[in-house]
């Protein structure tokens, strides 16, 4: 059968693909209008849009705020920097170059410091250092662009001010004779010199004031200071005081009340006016004596290289002195001090030249103990520009010191040693008892019988003495000189019998006991109750007592907050001595254990922090 076309035709004449939808219903246009299908899709595109530039903009400004706090933290990094320069640096260069070295040189505004309108960001007084500076830097966006903002910018301002109070030091040193084991005195030296230039170096001249107080047995004051207070000079040979218990309790020795003088004596001798051996109460050499209120490096290294060693140790007295020299009490002897001339300089002029007179000799200007430029010190506890501070390096623990008590016999006027002052006399002439004007000028005739010879002291003869010694035991004397005894009815005669007698003084016990000690009495007699008395176990200051003392003193002057610092030298963890160093010292960091060599780093490091210390006052 032939078809007419390929097409397959259904039986209603209708094609195959319109065959298979007949049946199906088509929507209307107006349906079509009213499908909400697929709009979600276009919701979720433009909240996506929306969160991408809200992110955006949170993503620039946390990097804006990244970027301006580490701007503002190099700018106050910078401006710390140059406000704690020291003394004498110029400030600018070091911000400048601070940030510089944190790339950041091109955000730093104009720094004022011409001085010209009285508004300068660069200030610097006498104690005072103030910086201020600002930095400004821009930063593209990465997606704000989006919403029109190409850039954020990011401001720093930031100023520091850098107060420098005064400074006091009292550096106290054990120079007991264990310091004198080990290289320990010469470690100390350099440590001690090396601590000394750190603090001067770090201050305006004068603006740093250091004491040194060197201690063993006692500790020395030295004759300005003691003529300075308020103390009878019972005797001339040293210048310690004797302190109670009470003494300990307050920081000041006050120049207005009555001190007792320390007797100078020894326990042991190597004879008649000869007590320069280690067992004295009171060491009389230069180096033991107190270097107050100095400034000038030279003589603080002298004296630091001056000390020896030997003694026993007595902390509670360095740290007694160490603290009355920061108490404002003392005041009026630094002022007594400041006119005391101890030596003549020549003058230099500013080229470092010796200025000549019109004879060409070197003009000459005065040194004085304390320097001109030293102001008023010890300053007051409560003045907030001074800054006050102890040192206390110990190598041991205290130990005892021998003494006489207060109510001892052997104190005061009457003792057993006597003066005896005579002159040389020149033969005169000579004449007969039995005829009185039979004269001769032989002074042969003395030696013959009834001639009698007439002496006179000469125009130009000097007083002498000879010292006679009573024997309590047989009441006799003792020519200490000629080593002779005499009985006391020949001693009470002697106006007359001695040629060219001038007078007979009964020694105090003060003066005689700094002639003689106690063992040479005993040695010569057999006398021993006075040395007994000053040797006792009762009659001692011992380690123990020194020990309270010190701790009532170091009480005492942190109560003023008084900064300490302790340095235990070479002495045992947990022993007497570390115990009582720690507890004197501000706190366990303020102190310090130190082996050989190591105690330069404790000197170091407490010069550290007293130099930063003075910053953060």
């Known amino acids: 059968m032939k078809y007419k076309s390929a097409k397959f035709l259904n039986r209603s004449g209708l094609s195959a693909a319109r065959y298979r939808l007949r049946g199906v219903k088509f929507p209307s246009p107006t349906a079509f209008r009213k499908d909400e299908d697929g709009a979600v899709i276009a919701f979720t595109l433009f909240a996506f849009l929306i969160m991408l530039l809200v992110g955006g903009i949170a993503i620039d400004v946390m990097r804006q705020e990244m970027t301006r706090a580490r701007l503002q933290n190099t700018l106050d990094s910078a401006v710390l920097a140059a406000a704690g320069a020291p003394y004498g640096t110029d400030p600018k260069p070091i911000l400048q170059d601070y940030m510089a070295k944190a790339k950041m040189s091109a955000y730093l505004g104009d720094i004022d410091d011409d001085g010209l309108d009285g508004d300068d960001d660069i200030i610097q007084t006498l104690n005072t250092s103030k910086v201020s500076a600002t930095a400004r830097m821009s930063m593209d966006t990465h997606l704000m662009h989006m919403s029109g903002v190409k850039q954020l910018g990011a401001v720093a301002a930031s100023s520091a001010e ?37 603090i001067l170096n770090s201050s305006k001249p004068g603006d740093a004031v250091i004491s040194i107080v060197p201690f063993s047995w006692d500790v020395a004051p030295g004759p300005h200071i003691f003529d300075a207070l308020s103390a009878d000079p019972l005797q001339s040979y040293s210048t310690c005081l004797q302190f109670d218990d009470d003494d300990f309790k307050n920081a000041a020795i006050d120049p207005d009340e009555e001190h007792l003088q320390l007797i100078y004596t020894s326990a042991d001798h190597d004879g008649f006016d000869k007590l320069n051996r280690t067992y004295r109460t009171c060491f009389t050499d230069d180096y033991a004596e107190i270097l107050p209120y100095s400034i000038n490096r030279t003589e603080l290294h002298n004296k630091i290289d001056s000390l020896k060693a030997s003694g026993n140790t007595s902390g509670n007295m360095g740290m007694k002195w160490g603290a009355a020299l920061l108490d404002s009490k003392f005041q009026s002897v630094k002022t007594a001090l400041s006119s005391v001339v101890v030596g003549q300089r020549p003058v230099v002029d500013a080229e470092g030249n010796v200025v000549l007179d019109g004879e060409n000799n070197p003009v000459t200007e005065s040194i004085y103990m304390v320097d001109p430029l030293v102001d008023v010190v010890p300053a007051a506890y409560d003045e907030g520009e001074t800054l006050k501070v102890i040192v206390m390096m110990g190598d041991g623990q205290n130990t005892y010191s021998n003494q006489f008590p207060v109510t001892s016999s052997y104190r005061g006027p009457n003792s057993y040693l006597h003066e005896v002052t005579w002159k040389e006399q020149e033969f005169k002439y000579a004449y007969h008892t039995k005829k009185k004007d039979k004269i001769s000028d032989d002074e042969g005739k003395c030696t013959k019988k009834k001639w009698e010879c007439i002496y006179e002291a000469a125009p130009d003869a000097e007083l002498q003495s000879v010292y006679y010694l009573y024997n309590p035991k047989e009441d006799k004397y003792l020519n200490i000189e000629d080593d002779v005894m005499i009985s006391a009815s020949d001693f009470d005669d002697l106006e007359t019998t001695m040629v060219g007698f001038e007078s007979s003084d ?27 008395q000053f040797q006792s176990y009762t009659n001692r200051v011992q380690g123990g007592e020194k020990d309270a003392q010190m701790r009532d003193i170091c009480t005492a002057i942190k109560n003023k907050r008084v900064v300490v610092y302790t340095i235990g030298f070479e002495i045992g963890v947990g022993s007497t001595a570390e115990v009582e160093l720690k507890s004197c010292a501000t706190s366990q960091a303020h102190y310090y254990r130190a082996e050989g060599i190591n105690i330069s780093d404790a000197f170091s490091s407490i010069a550290s922090n007293v130099v930063n210390l003075r910053l953060t006052q």
Do not use: C
């Not at 006091?168 to 601590?195: I, P, Q, R, W, Y």
């Not at 020694?507 to 021993?528: C, Q, V």
């Open 162 to 198: 850098r107060r420098v109070p005064k400074l006091e030091v009292s550096l106290v040193l054990d120079v007991s004779g264990s310091m004198g084991n080990n290289e320990k005195l010469a470690n100390l030296k350099t440590a001690g010199k090396a601590f000394i230039t750190s």
């Open 506 to 532: 009964q020694l105090s016990w003060e003066l005689a006991w700094g002639l003689m000690s106690p063992d040479f009495l005993g040695d010569k007699f057999s006398y021993h109750t006075a040395k007994n």
